[in-house]
């Protein structure tokens, strides 16, 4: 297969349009949409997932999309793939309450996947979602406390 050619810069767009309280309605340039809205305890309907949510979505399905690309590339099989990610932030930051940060401090994923990748390709694939993976690199960045847990079979 003919390799594909990458534009040097991509832009990401959404657009949101807001439907009352907390509630947003967004919208890609593909033609997706989502609500967003507050959890229940933060007074939302809730109608959609809340942003920090979203971000955890963002990262569990930027590391298994990253990772069947990365596997491709190696030509290593994945039986099965499993990701959970979860991120602690404070509320308090949220609705700015002095002294309180609203950035995630502590960020995990559990990776659980079935493959065919021998050790050393094993850990080549880690370092390569590490580095490749946009949503890593930008909850890195902000400070927080990353970790992840692989289950390998």
Do not use: F
Not at 84 to 90: E, H, I
Not at 103 to 124: F, H, M, N, S
């Amino acid at each position: 297969m003919a390799k594909k050619e990458l534009p040097e810069v991509n832009i990401a767009k959404a657009h949101a349009d807001w439907e009352g309280a907390e509630c947003s309605r967004i919208t890609t340039p593909s033609g997706q949409t989502v609500h967003i809205d507050s959890p229940a305890y933060a007074g939302g309907a809730p109608k959609g997932p809340a942003p920090t949510e979203m971000m955890m979505c963002a990262y569990a399905g930027a590391t298994a999309m990253l990772l069947y690309r990365i596997t491709q590339g190696m030509e290593v099989a994945i039986h099965s793939l499993e990701v959970d990610a979860r991120g602690s932030y404070s509320p308090r930051g949220i609705a700015g309450m002095e002294g309180y940060h609203p950035r995630y401090t502590g960020v995990e994923v559990d990776i659980k996947i079935a493959t065919d990748a021998t050790p050393g390709q094993l850990e080549q694939i880690k370092a390569d979602r590490r580095r490749r993976c946009p949503v890593h690199c930008v909850l890195a960045a902000s400070g927080a406390e990353m970790k992840e847990n692989w289950d390998v079979s």
